[in-house]
């Protein structure tokens, strides 16, 4: 899941490099997409690797079913790592996704009135699959983080192992969805079906 959101964020950002950038985007180069996935893939294992060298720790969820954060510690060790967990694998990547839209979108707002290439139709319509997965994204992990924020810092059993079963499973598949938003909103793909 933190993979999948850091992705985003690097994705978002280099859509909006690409897009409101002078010169066409290098298709032959993949040295920025390689360096993209190492950065993703390096971000979300220093935050996922602490519990395992003691800085909280893993655990059953909800009835047992699934495995993540202990959210219901309440001690100072854990309850740090939640807060920095939120901070930098919630909060930061989602301000990076909403900045880079933002500026992206007031962008595409200034030239909408100008001649518009084939490259540039081309990357609002990447834009577009990239916003799709993002809000999809965020229904899948945002009930999960109300669920586990109230079991970290809300009152003591109120969130019972039957009400957090739904958002684990929501948030545990969202890894699923954005293959499929890409095999349907890309036109190459599609094409091809």
């Known amino acids: 899941g933190i993979v999948s959101l850091i992705s985003l964020a690097v994705l978002s950002y280099e859509r909006y490099c690409t897009m409101t950038g002078t010169t066409e985007a290098d298709t032959t180069n993949y040295r920025k997409t390689w360096t ?31 495995c993540s954060v202990n959210w219901h510690s309440r001690d100072a060790n854990n309850t740090s790592y939640i807060i920095c967990l939120f901070i930098f ?22 030239v909408s009135g100008i001649n518009k290439g084939m490259g540039r139709t081309r990357e609002q319509h990447v834009l577009i699959m990239v916003v799709v997965m993002v809000i ?21 059993g109120l969130i019972t192992p039957a009400a957090s079963i739904i958002p684990s499973i929501l948030a545990k598949s969202s890894t699923v969805y954005n293959p499929i938003i ?8 599609s094409e091809m079906l």
């Not at 190492?38 to 909800?62: C, D, K, M, Q, R």
């Not at 899948?140 to 810092?153: K, S």
């Not at 890409?182 to 793909?189: L, T, W």
């Open 136 to 156: 999809c994204f965020l229904l899948c992990w945002l009930p999960y983080a109300t669920v586990a924020l109230l079991a970290t810092f809300g009152k003591p």
């Open 182 to 189: 890409y095999i349907f909103m890309n036109k190459q793909v």
């Open 89 to 110: 694998c919630l909060l930061i990547p989602f301000v990076i996704i909403v900045y880079s839209y933002g500026k992206l979108l007031c962008a595409i707002r200034q």
């Open 36 to 66: 993209g996935i190492i950065l993703s893939w390096t971000y979300s294992l220093v935050w996922t690797a602490p519990p395992l060298f003691g800085w909280s720790s893993y655990g059953p969820e909800g009835p047992g079913t699934t």
